[in-house]
């Protein structure tokens, strides 16, 4: 089946999520192999999406958490101490209680991670045959659509992946993240 | 009995969501912590999406959290709580952008028509992006710029699908609007965003690109 230009552009999107069916694809591919505006507009939608996608495009505020986790800590002790003040008379009481509940609740939070970036997949099956890039930081599944640097690819265990640093891709690995 | 832990990457484990949340409700206040830390940069970019100023999507996610918070025992376990908490984010930014802009009109773009075919206007080549590209503040800079030029309809889409990495269902949910939507906005916003990039990344940034404020060149 011949398709125009205009055809490619509406299915650009769905083709770089993997949602066309495969006589389009392969539609799509013949016309993209001899058309390079259509090249153009497919590699430019790519870099977007994984412009974009990169987590240094989702910086927070330097101590955004600190001051989230105050403010949740203030409003916690607040409805915490007017239920006190309802319970007990003295001030005195009060303040010692806030004293020990202050110190509890920052014993038992969750320290910072290592990196506000890092997302640890779950459950990922260790054996599962995946690849990585040398300057890269993210491991894919070899058909991910989202893998720009092809040329240095190297096939590792997702193990080993993850014990030289590699965080699991967004898109393929997706399954095994908590977003 | 339902599994109540999960495995994490590195083999130790921690209490599964629908656990927190059982005990959050429960009294133990604390888990409240554990129960957000995945997802406050989301909630910061969601409330950023809308209101593009670093304090009023500080102050907006802030209330956000604490929203989800006080109300954790309106929370429906059919839904996620990460798109729970990402709309309660979006409709508290939107209500202060509201307030801020209750004088300024909606640029006209937010009433074009989604089924509108867009038509890209630049075949500017682009096919190598380094990944040390992203190294350079001003390169960062430029790719906020082009965000922020788009409308709200299609920066909200694009943000929580390609930033976000939402799927499409979580998407059309959080934005409570249809999959087919969410497609044809994504598609748009993408497309956008080349065009307004392509030339700067094939030339010079500084000299290629203008992104005035206020202008929409499509």
């Given at each position: 089946?011949?398709?125009?230009?205009?055809?490619?552009?509406?299915?650009?999107?769905?083709?770089?999520?993997?949602?066309?069916?495969?006589?389009?694809?392969?539609?799509?591919?013949?016309?993209?192999?001899?058309?390079?505006?259509?090249?153009?507009?497919?590699?430019?939608?790519?870099?977007?999406?994984?412009?974009?996608?990169?987590?240094?495009?989702?910086?927070?505020?330097?101590?955004?958490?600190?001051?989230?986790?105050?403010?949740?800590?203030?409003?916690?002790?607040?409805?915490?101490?007017?239920?006190?003040?309802?319970?007990?008379?003295?001030?005195?009481?009060?303040?010692?209680?806030?004293?020990?509940?202050?110190?509890?609740?920052?014993?038992?939070?969750?320290?910072?991670?290592?990196?506000?970036?890092?997302?640890?997949?779950?459950?990922?099956?260790?054996?599962?045959?995946?690849?990585v890039?040398e300057?890269?930081k993210?491991f894919?599944?070899?058909?991910?659509?989202?893998?720009?640097?092809?040329?240095?690819?190297r096939?590792i265990?997702?193990r080993e992946a993850m014990q030289e640093g590699y965080v699991?891709?967004?898109?393929?690995?997706?399954?095994?993240?908590?977003? | 009995?339902?599994?109540?832990?999960?495995?994490?990457?590195?083999?130790?484990?921690?209490?599964?969501?629908?656990?927190?949340?059982?005990?959050?409700?429960?009294?133990?206040?604390?888990?409240?912590?554990?129960?957000?830390?995945?997802?406050?940069?989301?909630?910061?970019?969601?409330?950023?999406?809308?209101?593009?100023?670093?304090?009023?999507?500080?102050?907006?996610?802030?209330?956000?959290?604490?929203?989800?918070?006080?109300?954790?025992?309106?929370?429906?376990?059919?839904?996620?709580?990460?798109?729970?908490?990402?709309?309660?984010?979006?409709?508290?930014?939107?209500?202060?952008?509201?307030?801020?802009?209750?004088?300024?009109?909606?640029?006209?773009?937010?009433?074009?028509?989604?089924?509108?075919?867009?038509?890209?206007?630049?075949?500017?080549?682009?096919?190598?992006?380094?990944?040390?590209?992203?190294?350079?503040?001003?390169?960062?800079?430029?790719?906020?710029?082009?965000?922020?030029?788009?409308?709200?309809?299609?920066?909200?889409?694009?943000?929580?699908?390609?930033?976000?990495?939402?799927?499409?269902?979580?998407?059309?949910?959080?934005?409570?609007?249809?999959?087919?939507?969410?497609?044809?906005?994504?598609?748009?916003?993408?497309?956008?965003?080349?065009?307004?990039?392509?030339?700067?990344?094939?030339?010079?940034?500084?000299?290629?690109?203008?992104?005035?404020?206020?202008?929409?060149?499509?």
């Amino acid at each position: 089946m011949v398709i125009r230009c205009e055809e490619v552009w509406l299915e650009i999107s769905n083709y770089l999520e993997g949602e066309v069916d495969p006589a389009l694809r392969a539609s799509m591919e013949e016309h993209l192999r001899g058309c390079k505006h259509c090249i153009a507009v497919l590699d430019g939608t790519r870099n977007v999406v994984q412009l974009y996608g990169d987590e240094r495009m989702m910086e927070v505020p330097l101590g955004f958490s600190h001051r989230l986790h105050r403010r949740l800590e203030d409003n916690m002790r607040g409805s915490r101490r007017s239920f006190l003040g309802w319970m007990v008379a003295s001030a005195a009481a009060v303040i010692t209680v806030g004293v020990v509940e202050l110190a509890s609740s920052t014993s038992s939070r969750i320290p910072e991670p290592r990196s506000e970036h890092a997302q640890p997949g779950v459950g990922i099956p260790p054996d599962m045959m995946v690849v990585v890039s040398e300057k890269g930081k993210i491991f894919h599944r070899p058909t991910c659509t989202f893998i720009h640097d092809r040329t240095n690819l190297r096939t590792i265990a997702a193990r080993e992946a993850m014990q030289e640093g590699y965080v699991p891709c967004v898109r393929c690995m997706k399954q095994y993240l908590k977003i | 009995m339902p599994d109540e832990r999960s495995t994490l990457g590195d083999g130790s484990q921690q209490p599964s969501e629908e656990t927190l949340i059982r005990r959050i409700r429960d009294g133990e206040h604390d888990l409240f912590y554990q129960l957000i830390r995945p997802y406050e940069r989301r909630v910061y970019a969601a409330a950023f999406a809308v209101l593009h100023n670093e304090a009023d999507a500080e102050d907006a996610a802030q209330e956000a959290v604490l929203k989800a918070f006080k109300h954790i025992g309106q929370f429906r376990a059919e839904a996620k709580f990460s798109t729970w908490l990402t709309q309660i984010t979006l409709n508290e930014a939107r209500m202060r952008k509201r307030k801020q802009h209750a004088h300024i009109m909606e640029p006209i773009v937010d009433h074009q028509d989604d089924e509108g075919n867009y038509t890209p206007r630049d075949f500017a080549d682009w096919r190598e992006i380094p990944s040390e590209t992203l190294e350079r503040k001003e390169v960062r800079e430029k790719l906020a710029q082009a965000l922020d030029s788009l409308g709200d309809k299609y920066r909200e889409v694009f943000v929580m699908r390609d930033m976000h990495h939402l799927s499409i269902e979580e998407t059309a949910k959080t934005l409570g609007i249809s999959t087919a939507s969410v497609k044809t906005r994504l598609l748009r916003a993408r497309l956008m965003l080349r065009d307004l990039l392509a030339p700067g990344f094939d030339a010079n940034w500084t000299s290629r690109l203008s992104f005035a404020k206020g202008t929409k060149p499509w």
